[in-house]
């Protein structure tokens, strides 16, 4: 089955420690993005790979970090979470850009006290 | 930079009433534009979508959506609403870039 898939589904952590969310497409698609949802704005772009080792900033990058190693994967790192940073994430991927229809994962939710 | 706005966060109809969700965006040239529906607990998934040519667009589930470049527009409607709708309802745009810029987002309730 054509997927995306997203792990954890739920987080809840602290203040400043390391996490990472793994995502992770079985469709062999270029495009790659990860996005966070908040209450009245909607989805908003964090990060968004073109293709392996290439990987940009978009509408709020600040506090995460990207890695595209492989096609499939493309995790979202956040090296010292803070409160700020409870959203719900979503990954999505397309065949190679924003043009085409994004096929979204379940979401992962974080709580960071 | 490209803006997209949807009017009114909350919408409610009653079952099998017209659905009615509006949506403008900023660019002067004509975007891509993506409709996706968001059910509780799940991520979001393609509704219809307007590149070029036909202005009008089918999409799932009975929904359609028209293209209007002189209101800068791109309006969701469906003639009856179904209680199976109810869920939240993102209006997309792209332009030439990589990036999606999404509006806040519509939750559609459908009243028995």
């Known amino acids: 089955e054509a997927q995306v898939t997203q792990n954890p589904r739920y987080l809840i952590t602290v203040t400043g420690k390391k996490l990472t969310v793994t995502c992770s497409q079985n469709?062999?698609?270029?495009?790659m993005s990860w996005y966070r949802q908040d209450p009245g704005l909607g989805l908003r772009q964090i990060y968004y790979?073109?293709?392996?080792?290439?990987?940009d900033k978009g509408d709020v990058p600040e506090g995460y970090k990207v890695s595209r190693k492989e096609k499939r994967n493309f995790p979202l790192i956040l090296e010292s979470p803070s409160p700020n940073q409870t959203s719900l994430y979503f990954c999505?991927?397309?065949?190679?850009?924003?043009?085409?229809?994004?096929?979204f994962g379940p979401g992962t939710r974080l709580l960071v006290l | 930079a490209q803006s997209v706005t949807q009017l009114g966060s909350h919408v409610s109809v009653s079952e099998g009433a017209l659905v009615l969700l509006r949506c403008n965006y900023s660019?002067?040239?004509?975007?891509?534009l993506f409709w996706y529906v968001q059910y509780p607990n799940q991520g979001l998934q393609l509704l219809l979508k307007?590149?070029?040519?036909?202005?009008l667009v089918k999409g799932i589930n009975g929904f359609e959506a028209e293209f209007k470049k002189s209101e800068t527009s791109f309006h969701l409607t469906k003639p009856s609403a179904h209680m199976s709708d109810a869920a939240e309802y993102f209006c997309?745009?792209?332009?030439?870039?990589?990036?999606?810029?999404f509006g806040g987002g519509t939750r559609l309730m459908v009243k028995p």
């Open positions: 997309a745009a792209n332009n030439a870039g990589n990036m999606l810029t």
């Open positions: 999505a991927s397309s065949l190679s850009g924003t043009r085409e229809t994004q096929y």
């Open positions: 469709m062999n698609h270029e495009y």
């Open positions: 307007y590149t070029t040519g036909a202005t």
């Open positions: 790979s073109m293709n392996v080792e290439v990987t």
């Open positions: 660019s002067s040239v004509p975007p891509y």
